[in-house]
């Protein structure tokens, strides 16, 4: 249940805060006071998309908040818990809209993207707008609310996720089939490739190892010479090599450091030198002996770098890439010749997911049969209680010529206004006046049917008044008793129903405009009725003749719309 709404900054709202209870809740006021813009900022809040031209003039952004209680709304709490968005009972939604048009949303504080605030928003409340009827004529706004009457959201969720897989598996399988034309020339250049690749044997980094060896063998003479002048240096050269002046400066300092014992240290070093020295020659000496060791080498190397190249340039790829490039080939090659393998088994496939699609809107079908008899029965009484005594409501479904996500189902909307008169489609319907009605039928008839806590009605009451009106009334009353309901009207006879009642005033100093919004006491309310029933001159008559229909919705509180209780 909606409990408090907070606006700053919005269109002629500099600062607004509206706390809501349970039951039947009005918003009255003349023409162009602001009322409907309460709920475009409810929509804002839930996730709609806005514009720059929202934020009120002279203001950085507009801010907007709701709260929810949802301690007995298991699906809101379900929802926020599986997004580790959840607080207790509690729900607070929030959004923020820049002057330059962008925004960010909250729930109970965490940042949250627009789809996700939106989606939420579906869950906890669900707005009404005046212009339904026109959208109402519309095939699938028709299965929707066919839909949503009949509880049938998970039914229809199942089918659509059967149709998705039924659809994809096929276009695999088709894509497959599509790609046998050329498979067996593909075949053959791949079973060439890999057989290329596979008698080349590059094993991994012998390419890098390649190249390095080739520098080699390319600078042995250079190698050669400078190793030689390293061992003369330090092994070979006589007298005063390397080799013999460590030696002989470690003979010295072993007798000197007898004397002292701090000349120790001088001697490991000279130690360590000694034995790196001896250790160093070893090296050398074995590299050079590698660099005579075979004089065809070279020519072996060149082959074996240029064999790698030239299939390298084959494949247009760089010679370390040649072992990924044959891991490639042989997975094409092996995906083709298992393809018609492949193919049986996606055809397999698709042909069960096509079965359960089937089963699932064939259930859906079978489900949408039945709430389609009590949607018709229900939306009829509802139509004699809105003046349009005889007529008839019928929802007709036929198989559809293609399956679709949505189901088997074509389903239209067949009225008629009159007695005497064959349902003809809602599109037919000539009167604007009787397809308004109409669309309030359906819309309170639909909302009943709805696990969604709080409804929104902008002005669905327009077109109609008199009895009609206080017909309306009592439907939406009796939609309150079980929800929330928030009602827009210009209609004193439906007001005079609620069991709160605000009145919004649109005041302007000459400099800047904005707006009021006031809950009404009992003497208040008597005003505001008043107001609405006779206009600018308001008598005692018209005062009292508010004061009764107050009093008289109060009496009728046992009456319910039997439309509000049937399906």
């Known amino acids: 249940m909606l409990t ?12 607004a805060t509206v706390e809501f209870d349970a039951g039947m809740t009005v918003l009255t006021g003349e023409t162009g006071a602001g009322k409907s813009i309460l709920v475009d900022a409810l929509g804002l809040v839930l996730g709609e998309r806005g514009s720059t031209g929202l934020v009120r003039p002279g203001s950085d952004r ?13 699906t809101a709490r379900a929802w926020l818990a599986s997004q580790a968005l959840d607080n207790d009972d509690d729900c607070l939604l929030r959004r923020v809209v820049g002057a330059d048009g962008r925004s960010r949303a909250f729930v109970n504080g965490n940042a949250v993207t627009l789809q996700n605030l939106k989606t939420l928003g579906e869950i906890l409340l669900d707005i ?23 509880g049938l959201s998970d039914l229809r969720s199942t089918t659509r996720n059967a149709f998705e897989d039924w659809q994809k598996l096929s276009r695999e399988w088709q894509d497959l089939e599509n790609a ?3 498979r067996a020339s593909r075949i053959e250049l791949l079973g060439f490739q890999a057989a290329e690749l596979e008698s080349l044997g590059l094993k991994a980094g012998e390419y890098a190892d390649l190249q390095t060896e080739r520098r080699t063998l390319q600078n042995s003479g250079r190698l050669a010479e400078a190793v030689n002048v390293a061992i003369g240096v330090i092994y070979d050269g006589e007298p005063a090599n390397a080799q013999n002046l460590v030696a002989e400066a470690t003979h010295a300092i072993e007798n000197a ?20 020295i001896s250790e160093a020659y070893d090296l050398l000496r074995r590299y050079a002996e590698s660099l005579d060791a075979d004089p065809l080498r070279r020519d072996q190397v060149e082959e074996r770098l240029d064999a790698i ?20 080939v042989r997975d094409q090659l092996d995906t083709l010749e298992t393809a018609e393998e492949r193919g049986v088994e996606l055809k397999q496939m698709a042909k069960r997911a096509e079965t359960t699609y089937r089963d699932a809107a064939t259930a859906l079908s079978k489900q949408r049969q039945q709430a389609s008899k009590k949607f018709s029965t229900a939306v009829s009484v509802a139509m004699a209680d809105l003046g349009m005594s005889g007529g008839v409501f019928e929802v007709q479904l036929s198989n559809s010529a293609e399956a679709r996500a949505s189901g088997i189902d074509d389903i239209e909307y067949l009225i008629s206004a009159n007695p005497g008169q064959a349902p003809m489609p809602l599109s037919k319907i000539a009167s604007g006046g009787e397809l308004s009605r109409m669309s309030l039928a359906i819309q309170v008839i639909a909302s009943d049917g709805s696990t969604i806590p709080t409804m929104i009605f902008d002005e669905v009451d327009s077109g109609v008044g008199g009895g009609v009106a206080e017909m309306v009334g009592r439907h939406l009353r009796g939609l309150g008793r079980n929800r929330q309901v928030l009602c827009v009207t210009h209609l004193a006879q439906v007001a005079g129903m609620a069991d709160q009642h605000f009145r919004v005033v649109k005041m302007s100093d000459g400099k800047s405009t904005r707006i009021s919004i006031n809950r009404l006491n009992r003497d208040e309310r008597i005003e505001e009725l008043a107001r609405m029933l006779g206009g600018v001159k308001i008598t005692k008559k018209t005062r009292e003749h508010a004061a009764e229909m107050l009093d008289n919705s109060r009496r009728s509180e046992g009456i319910s719309s039997k439309s509000s209780k049937t399906g």
């Open 309 to 328: 190249q030239a299939v390298a340039r084959k494949h247009r790829c760089e010679p370390e890439e040649l072992q990924e490039v044959h891991e490639r």
């Open 4 to 15: 408090r709404l907070q606006i700053r900054n919005f269109a002629i709202i500099d600062q």
């Open 180 to 182: 046998n034309s050329d």
């Open 128 to 150: 009404h707008g005046q212009h339904f009827h026109q959208s109402l004529v519309r095939r699938n706004v028709q299965r929707d609310l066919l839909d949503h009457f009949g």
């Open 257 to 276: 450091s007898n004397y002292d014992e701090r000349l120790k240290p001088a001697l490991t070093l000279l130690n360590d030198a000694g034995i790196q």
């Open 62 to 74: 507009a801010e907007f908040s709701a709260e929810f209680d949802i301690s007995q709304h298991d």
